[in-house]
């Protein structure tokens, strides 16, 4: 087992279900995490080899050493929003892997000290202390990274223990006995590149503080409150104006301010001359008039301005003032957000704004009407406000001859190619026009060049036939709409990222993987796929794409339809192709009755059924018409004692031998050469024979097999209805026959064979005597008078 598994095991078997979230991060950490959860005081059950403890937001009022004494790999521990009034720091002399210690929003009054070197978080803030928390062992803290402290008073002596460490942020939080009694120049000794003081939320901003940290970078500026009229926000301005000697100033937050226009437009002239790049204020509630005086704008170092979350009282003053007070702003980013700004102007003469962000805000779509001086402008966000006609966006576009990036998503266009020319600006690369009322017309007038085109969450049903071609179109996002089928990429030719998620799509078609051969990232899912023969194609492409291509396979991806697939992972749909391909079916069919065909066709020759059929016919024929004739009369119609069969090539015997030898003994014997009736057939030429003959006799020889009739005349004589058994029949062996050579389909004659009940044709003169005793005997009449048969003997 790894170190890691074994820890894991650990936490599972002996802290269980105790703990809120255990987290392994890696081999060395283990994280607890145990926030939120009623405790009073800090948990007995500690896994020992804990690296990070989070107890934040319980009711903790006490910390004792004995509580964490044997979390030896403590380095982290989170206490705050709890109840502490008191640390001693000395509870940690046993931790001494500790470097990160948040105990901020405590009720924290004293600490007492204790040497503790490794510390590179220490955040004291937002705490119950008079004086600023800082004993003189800090000093000694040189990894020390944050520091937050938080008290009343703020004594230089105090300040200077730790004025040689280089920290990179302090976090100063003013108590609200602060008062302007305070020596000014206190901060003076800290080194920070980032300072964030927090002052009283509840006091007006009058404190006499000199803010210009030498080293600082970047300050922020926490709940500033000026609201009384008449000062007009002079402390707070008089502490900015100590800011300009700090030449490395380059970011500047303001943050939770309550003032009076007057005070905040004054706030944003002074930022105008002030060293900082970067400001940024948020959170302001702003009241009162405003008296139009110039701004200006001249002599700044300002980039950037952030303006965010706004709220103003009643206006009681033209806002045409304020509107050009920031359109005319001479800096390449502004953003104004979170505001109820229902208007901006064009700024009077061309900008050098290249990227406006008016998020969240009031505009409708007369903002920038026919405005020729934005043509620098790269990057204009109008997300969230209250444009209505894509129409005006699109006019107010064509002016934007730099604007590569738009954002107009969260408003409630619409679009209708009410005649309007389609001007998009020819710039634009990236189109957000996502989270609005648009349907597939807007697909008729789109900027030929976008690359980035977000249409997310509107009112699509189909793509139209006949879109605009978007040669460069890399990215389309068309997810959540009302599409049922997957765009192809004709016209999009360069697409390589496509979502269409929460659609809806059922049966996609196939050749999408065809025609998008450029796609790299596919989000299909959520959509209500029927699980039915069309999908079988897709979900194998699907399938088959890599894991990287398509998002969220396989778990977003699962049949809706029909029913009993309802839910199932397209991954796990399977359909055999049989039951899929109507001609391959078809044939599949046709190639199986073939066959069925071919072998019963085959079975049929190789055991000459339709003879036996034929033969059975006959047999049944006679038989019925035997039944109806009684015995007597039958024999009494006999009219040979024997029919003799053979082949015609072993005529000259029965001729010159055979008839002879048995003629001289008043034996009659029919042949079908002699006593075949002419205009009968040959088969019922047999039957008659046969019927009219006392016995059968059969010349048997290699060409007798050879000849078909003779077969039949065999198979009739052995079925003959007046002689039971084959008694009837003599077999006379002319020559050997093979029994190799007979064909298989002769069982008859195969039998009669091998029961060798047969006489054999002696080729010895001598013997020959016997022979025609033999035969004789076999026919064995008394040579009855057989009725005299005129039609045959005369013949
Ligand atoms: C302006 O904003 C854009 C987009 O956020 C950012 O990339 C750029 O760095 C900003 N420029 C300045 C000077 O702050
Ligand atoms: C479009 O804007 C929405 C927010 O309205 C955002 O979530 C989405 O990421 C943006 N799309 C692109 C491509 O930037």
Redesign the pocket.
């Given at each position: 087992m790894t170190k890691t598994n074994s820890l894991a095991f650990y936490c599972i078997i002996v802290l269980g279900l105790t703990l809120t979230k255990i987290q392994l991060s890696d081999e060395s950490e283990l994280i607890i995490k145990r926030p939120n959860a009623n405790l009073s005081r800090v948990p007995k059950d500690l896994p020992l080899q804990t690296t990070t403890l989070d107890l934040s937001q319980n009711n903790i009022s006490e910390l004792r050493t004995s509580d964490i004494l044997s979390l030896s790999k403590l380095r982290a521990l989170i206490m705050s929003y709890n109840r502490l009034r008191y640390l001693n720091i000395s509870v940690f002399k046993f931790n001494t892997e500790l470097e990160y210690l948040d105990l901020s929003h405590n009720e924290l009054r004293v600490i007492s000290c204790h040497p503790t070197a490794n510390l590179k978080h220490l955040d004291l803030s937002f705490n119950a202390f008079d004086a600023l928390p800082i004993c003189k062992e800090f000093g000694n803290l040189s990894q020390l990274q944050f520091l937050g402290l938080s008290g009343s008073q703020v004594q230089n002596s105090r300040v200077q223990l730790i004025g040689h460490l280089n920290i990179s942020k302090v976090l100063l939080v003013l108590g609200d006995a602060y008062g302007e009694k305070e020596d000014p120049k206190c901060l003076q000794h800290i080194s920070t590149e980032t300072l964030h003081i927090v002052f009283p939320s509840k006091r007006e901003f009058r404190f006499l503080l000199d803010m210009s940290v030498s080293t600082t970078i970047s300050l922020e500026l926490s709940n500033i409150k000026c609201v009384l009229e008449e000062r007009d926000c002079a402390y707070f301005l008089r502490a900015l104006l100590k800011l300009r000697k700090n030449r490395k100033l380059s970011h500047l937050i303001l943050n939770n301010v309550e003032t009076v226009w007057n005070s905040f437009i004054n706030i944003l002239q002074w930022v105008w001359h002030s060293p900082a790049k970067?400001v940024s204020i948020s959170n302001v509630r702003l009241q009162g008039q405003l008296a139009s005086s110039r701004f200006t704008y001249s002599d700044t170092s300002l980039?950037?301005l952030s303006i965010r979350q706004v709220v103003a009282d009643v206006f009681s003053f033209p806002q045409r003032y304020i509107y050009s007070i920031f359109s005319n702003m001479n800096i390449?980013?502004l953003t104004v957000s979170g505001t109820h700004m229902v208007h901006m102007l064009c700024p009077s003469q061309v900008s050098p704004f290249?990227?406006l962000d008016f998020t969240d805000n009031l505009l409708t779509d007369m903002v920038f009407k026919d405005c020729r001086n934005l043509t620098g402008l790269k990057?204009l966000s109008l997300q969230k406000n209250q444009l209505k006609n894509l129409g005006n966006v699109i006019l107010m576009s064509a002016e934007m001859t730099s604007l590569q990036k738009l954002d107009i998503s969260r408003n409630s266009l619409r679009y209708s190619d009410g005649g309007n020319p389609c001007s998009w600006t020819q710039s634009l690369l990236v189109l957000n026009l996502s989270s609005n009322m648009l349907t597939g017309s807007v697909f008729g007038c789109l900027p030929p060049k976008v690359r980035v085109l977000d249409l997310h969450n509107n009112r699509i049903l189909s793509i139209p036939k006949d879109v605009t071609h978007l040669q460069a179109l890399q990215e389309l996002n068309v997810a959540s709409n009302s599409l049922t089928d997957l765009p192809g990429c004709g016209a999009f030719s360069s697409l390589s990222v496509l979502a269409i998620d929460h659609n809806s799509v059922s049966h996609p078609s196939e050749d999408f993987f065809q025609s998008c051969r450029n796609i790299r990232s596919l989000t299909a899912g959520n959509n209500p796929f029927r699980c039915t023969c069309e999908l079988r194609e897709f979900a194998k492409s699907i399938g088959q794409a890599s894991r990287e291509v398509v998002e969220g396979w396989p778990d977003a991806y699962k049949c809706d339809y029909p029913e009993s697939t309802k839910g199932t992972p397209l991954q796990d749909f399977h359909m055999s192709p049989l039951s899929c391909d109507t001609i391959l079916l078809t044939v599949t069919i046709g190639a199986t009755m073939l066959l069925l065909a071919a072998t019963g066709a085959f079975l049929c020759l190789y055991f000459d059924v339709p003879w036996y059929v034929r033969m059975l016919c006959q047999w049944t024929r006679t038989r019925h018409r035997a039944r109806n004739i009684p015995l007597e009369e039958l024999q009494r119609n006999l009219q040979f004692h024997a029919f003799v069969s053979y082949s015609g090539h072993d005529s000259a015997w029965v001729k010159n031998e055979l008839l002879p030898n048995l003629e001289k003994d008043d034996i009659r014997v029919c042949l079908h050469e002699r006593n075949f009736v002419p205009g009968k057939s040959i088969v019922e030429n047999i039957i008659h024979s046969i019927e009219k003959s006392y016995k059968s006799i059969f010349v048997l020889s290699p060409h007798f097999i050879q000849s078909e009739w003779c077969h039949y005349e065999l198979y009739f004589a052995h079925h003959n209805l007046f002689h039971e058994g084959s008694d009837n029949l003599i077999l006379v062996l002319l020559e050997p026959i093979p029994q190799y050579s007979i064909p298989t389909n002769y069982h008859k004659l195969k039998n009669l064979m091998a029961q060798r009940t047969y006489l054999e044709w002696p080729t010895e003169k001598n013997k020959r005597g016997l022979f025609w005793a033999n035969l004789r005997a076999s026919i064995n009449v008394k040579l009855v008078n057989l009725a005299e048969a005129t039609s045959y003997t005369q013949q």
């Open positions: 970067y980039k950037a390449q980013n290249l990227y990057s």
